[in-house]
DNA sequence: TATTCAAATTAGAATTATTCTAATTAAAGA
DNA sequence: TCTTTAATTAGAATAATTCTAATTTGAATA
C-alpha cells in the first residue's frame, strides 16, 4: 500500500492525517523486515524525537483498525506490523528468524478442504524452515 | 500423547517426573480448547496448591522443550498451549475465539509449491472463520 | 534405608509488552 | 482565526513472562 492510498483511507475514515501516523506508515512501508512495536519507535526516533511508546501503539492499532496494516503473531509473546496488504503468508527462517512474505497464488487453494462448517474468512499459513538464497 | 507417554519422554531425556510436570501434562491432555499459560494456573491450583507461576512458565516450557507439547501463537500477546502433537492447523471462530484443530491429512501437502529455496521444516495453517455446528 | 546432590520448585522481584489516564497539543472545518 | 474534537504525550498501570536466590525433592548410591 502507499503513502497516498493510506492517506486517502485515513481521511474516508474520519481520521486525522498526522506526522505520527503518516512517519509510521512510511516507516512500514519500506521495511520489509515485519517489525516490533518497539522497533518502529527506535526507528521513527529520529524524525519523530518527541513521540512517546504510548502513540506508536495507538498508531499501529489505529493503523491496524483502517485496514492499512496487518498485526502478525508469530513468535510468542511478540506482535510483528506488516504493510503489505496483498494477501499473503509467512516463511519463518529459524535460524536466521528472519520472515519472508509468500504471496498467497504460490500456495493452492485450501478452502474448499474443509466442508461447509467452516465458514472460512481467511487464512494465515506459517512455515517454518531454512531460506538458502543462490548467492 | 498419553500421560505415560509423556513419562517416559521425560525419563529418556534425564528430566525427572514431578507431580507439577505430571498434573500439568495430564491437564493439557484433557483439555482441548488450547489453554493459556494462566489458564493452567487456575485449572492445576486444586490438585498443586503450592504450585506457582514460575512453575507454570517453568513447566510449559520444559514439556515445549522436550516436544510433547506445543506452544500455538495465535492471538498476538498470547501463547496458548496444546498437547496434540499429531501434525495439524488451527481454525479460530472468529466469533467465540473458541480454537478448532484440523487435521494436516485434511488439507493438501503445500511443501512442494514453494521452491526449492526453502527448506521447509513445518508449517502451520491458521484459518479464520466461524464454525457451524450442525446441531 | 539413609545420604547426597543436582535438578526442580518456590515467592517475589524484575523485565517486557502493552494499555490506560489525564493533561496538553494540534488538525481541520466554520 | 477560532473552535472543537481527536490525537499526542509522559508516566502510571496492567499483563505476560522471566529471573533470582533460597528451599525442597527425586532418584542415584552408599
Redesign the interface.
Known amino acids: 500500500m502507499t503513502s497516498e492510498a493510506i492517506k486517502r483511507i485515513l481521511i474516508e475514515k474520519g481520521l486525522k492525517v498526522t506526522p505520527q501516523r503518516m512517519v509510521i506508515a512510511d516507516y512500514l512501508i519500506h521495511e520489509k523486515t515485519h517489525p516490533t512495536a518497539d522497533d518502529v519507535f527506535e526507528a521513527v526516533k529520529s524524525r519523530l524525537p518527541a513521540c512517546s511508546r504510548a502513540t506508536i501503539y495507538n498508531t499501529l492499532n489505529t493503523l491496524v483498525d483502517a485496514g492499512v496494516v496487518s498485526?502478525?503473531?508469530?513468535?510468542?509473546?511478540?506482535?510483528r506490523y506488516d504493510a503489505n496488504m496483498h494477501p499473503h503468508h509467512h516463511?519463518i527462517d529459524?535460524q536466521t528468524g528472519v520472515i519472508?512474505d509468500?504471496p498467497w497464488e504460490?500456495?493452492?487453494q485450501?478452502c474448499e478442504?474443509?466442508g461447509?462448517?467452516?465458514?472460512?474468512?481467511?487464512?494465515?499459513?506459517?512455515?517454518?524452515?531454512?531460506?538458502?538464497?543462490?548467492s
Open positions: 498485526a502478525i503473531a508469530t513468535e510468542p509473546g511478540k506482535t516463511f529459524t519472508h509468500i504460490q500456495v493452492s485450501l478442504s474443509l461447509s462448517a467452516f465458514k472460512i474468512h481467511d487464512y494465515q499459513i506459517t512455515f517454518f524452515g531454512e531460506y538458502q538464497s543462490k
